[in-house]
């Protein structure tokens, strides 16, 4: 049986993070996922780390330094969820973030779902909203609201919060593999 969600971990010379990263993705409430841990060509230990774990869950790939897009594609095209769960190597989610998104995903009916981040700094202590305004000084009542907000005023949807249905994802094209950036906003 395939899992329900397959988480996407990105990585691009993350050491630091790598061990932090996983670790909250495997002590989540959620425990029906796969964990694709793409590597883009780091030049650290990452890939090393990643494979110290030996949960079954887990799926190393690697891929030469080609960016996010392509390595965001790469994942994909292996995912084999109902539900894409977006994740970089120098994040850490909430241990209940997979099941209150995917009990959202269901209720709602959603195809897409954002969540507000923590935002963190090296030492993993909360940082203020001030810090990262973009995040925080936007509010909408309504779907036509959030958009004109988003495509008029600017991205304030942070990417890495984000689980998406697999065949939404394939079917508009998120994880172009050309992109070097902007695929968060492209999302």
Not at 54 to 80: C, E
Request: one cysteine or more; hydrophobic letters at 40%; aromatic letters at 12%.
């Amino acid at each position: 049986m395939p899992p329900t969600v397959s988480v996407i971990c990105l990585c691009y010379n993350h050491e630091a993070y790598v061990r932090a990263a996983i670790n909250s993705i495997l002590n989540q409430t959620y425990g029906d996922f796969e964990l694709l841990f793409v590597d883009d060509g780091s030049t650290d230990n990452s890939v090393a780390l990643a494979r110290e774990f030996a949960d079954p869950r887990i799926k190393v790939l690697t891929t030469d330094h080609r960016g996010p897009g392509y390595a965001s594609a790469m994942a994909l095209n292996q995912a084999r969820g109902e539900y894409v769960a977006l994740m970089s190597s120098d994040d850490v989610c909430l241990s209940h973030r997979f099941e209150a998104q995917h009990k959202q995903m269901r209720e709602m009916s959603l195809d897409a779902l954002f969540s507000r981040p923590t935002l963190i700094d090296d030492g993993g202590r909360s940082l203020p909203e001030t810090a990262w305004p973009v995040f925080f000084k936007r509010s909408f009542r309504t779907t036509e609201d959030l958009y004109e907000k988003l495509f008029f005023r600017g991205n304030f949807l942070c990417a890495t919060s984000a689980m998406i249905r697999r065949d939404v994802a394939t079917r508009f094209g998120w994880a172009s593999a050309g992109m070097l950036q902007l695929q968060d906003y492209l999302l």
